[in-house]
């Protein structure tokens, strides 16, 4: 799986757009883009993934680069409750053929503080 | 919350002691996974399991074994317990949406070797 790079730590107010930036610099053409993000103490928990197009859901939107060597993961307004650590991961898309090794390789994350 | 239960959510125990933790889902899984969470280590995957009875190891599975006889419940066994072996703890299960892979974690077991 490509490698990703986050900043470590962001910050942001509450009720603005919180931007996360991700570099994937050398993702593959058959891996997605996947985001989730750790809650102090609790789970992981699936935010958004994409492939090459922009995504869009209830929790984000998911901006990928025309050349995907990087992408954003936008919190449209934030909450203290979106105060989190965020993991950026890329995965291969053929899950038929790895999906009996289908580990999450997190890495570190940015911790993005929502402030009041 | 995909239906993932982890007990126990907390324990202590003495070095040398088997520790068994149990993940436990409801909603008919087939793929079930063992992570250990550790500062400035992320999550890494002990050990994981695509069917009842079959299970494969993960990059950190030294001093781990896992079973699987059913598939809602999937057993984490320390047999002899280190203090490298402290830690926390996450089941996750895999659903797939759309034919994307996407997996869902449990609320986490924080186990404490002293």
């Known amino acids: 799986d490509a490698k990703t790079t986050q900043p470590p730590s962001m910050d942001c107010a509450e009720g603005r757009a919180a931007n996360l930036p991700c570099n994937h610099s050398?993702?593959?053409?058959?891996?997605?883009v996947y985001w989730y993000r750790q809650i102090h103490s609790q789970g992981p928990q699936y935010i958004i993934h994409g492939l090459k197009n922009n995504e869009t859901n209830e929790m984000a939107s998911l901006i990928i680069t025309e050349d995907r060597k990087s992408s954003t993961l936008i919190l449209p307004h934030a909450t203290l409750r979106d105060t989190a650590v965020y993991y950026c991961?890329?995965?291969?898309?053929?899950?038929?053929?790895?999906?009996?090794?289908?580990?999450?390789?997190f890495g570190t994350g940015t911790r993005l503080t929502i402030i009041p | 919350d995909a239906g993932i239960t982890q007990s126990p959510r907390h324990k202590v125990t003495e070095t040398g002691t088997p520790v068994t933790l149990r993940c436990h889902q409801t909603e008919n899984h087939r793929y079930m996974y063992w992570y250990r969470q550790d500062p400035g280590h992320g999550l890494r995957l002990i050990h994981y399991s695509y069917g009842v009875k079959d299970t494969d190891k993960g990059e950190v599975s030294d001093g781990y074994s896992v079973s699987r006889s059913k598939t809602e419940d999937f057993l984490l066994t320390l047999e002899s317990a280190t203090s490298s072996q402290t830690s926390v703890y996450f089941c996750?299960?895999?659903?797939?949406?759309?034919?994307?892979?996407?997996?869902?974690f449990g609320a986490g077991t924080r186990l404490s070797v002293l």
């Open positions: 050398t993702i593959s053409g058959n891996e997605y």
């Open positions: 996750a299960i895999s659903e797939e949406i759309e034919s994307k892979n996407i997996q869902y």
């Open positions: 991961i890329v995965r291969v898309r053929d899950i038929k053929s790895n999906f009996g090794n289908e580990k999450l390789t």
